[in-house]
């Protein structure tokens, strides 16, 4: 079992859709973050987080320390927002980043 | 402020050759890690640098090999190269190991 679990894997979606993306972790953290990666491979940092909630723009991630538990919102989704969505996970031992496997995105006009 | 720079974008090579990646940091930032992405294993972790030194290594063999000079900016050195090592590479630099990492856009390595 993998130590970062993302569901669902692969989400299609239409326009103006709320989406959720999970991410679970068996490790204890110091931080947990969610990234972007667009086609071209950049990778693009959104949230990091040690508790509760962060809100940016239409993004909104949520942290469950106890249930080690993360969730990733976008509302009013657009076509824009298309990319793979990653979690990572800053281990308390050593502080390297563990990563999720990723969600891939796709939002149709 | 300059985001990560990683050089160059794209590079092919031959199986054996050798091949050297650089990363220059955000401006401040004394932490660099590497990472490799493959459509297979998604992205894992190679090493991390934190002034000069290495922190953490990866699972990879010793044909992998980086440092770090005084002035953050870091190479990653891979020898002897074979057709598995086509990959995405990412470099991420931060303040130091707990802080918020941000990515360049990485170098594309093709091994034909």
């Known amino acids: 079992k993998n130590e970062v679990e993302q569901s669902p894997q ?11 993306i999970n991410c ?5 953290i110091s931080a947990l973050h969610w990234l972007q990666q667009h086609p071209g491979g950049g990778i693009v940092s959104l949230f990091m987080l040690s508790s509760g909630k962060k809100k940016h723009g239409r993004l909104i991630a949520t ?28 281990s308390e031992g050593n502080y390297q980043l563990i990563w999720g496997a990723g969600t891939k995105l796709i939002i149709k006009p | 402020k300059a985001g990560v720079t990683q050089t160059p974008r794209y590079l092919i090579k031959t199986r054996g050759q050798q091949v050297t990646l650089s990363c220059s940091p955000i401006s401040g930032h004394r932490s660099v890690s590497w990472y490799q992405q493959t459509p297979g ?24 090999s980086g440092r770090q000079f ?29 802080a918020e990492a941000f990515f360049g856009q990485g170098t594309r390595l093709t091994v034909v």
Not at chain 1, 24 to 28: A, D, P
Not at chain 2, 45 to 63: A, D, I, M, V, W
């Open chain 1, 10 to 20: 692969n989400l299609t979606a239409q326009e103006g859709e709320f989406i959720t």
């Open chain 1, 24 to 28: 679970s972790y068996s490790v204890g």
């Open chain 1, 63 to 90: 942290i469950n320390i106890q249930e080690k538990h993360s969730s990733l919102h976008i509302t009013a989704s657009h076509p824009r927002d298309s990319a793979v969505y990653i979690c990572a996970v800053r």
């Open chain 2, 41 to 64: 294993q998604g992205l894992q972790f190679l090493f991390e640098y934190f002034s000069e030194t290495q922190r953490n290594k990866g699972n990879f063999p010793g044909r992998f």
């Open chain 2, 70 to 98: 005084s002035n953050s900016r870091s190479e990653m050195n891979v020898s002897t190269l074979e057709l598995g090592d086509s990959a995405l590479y990412l470099c991420a630099s931060s303040l130091n190991w707990r």
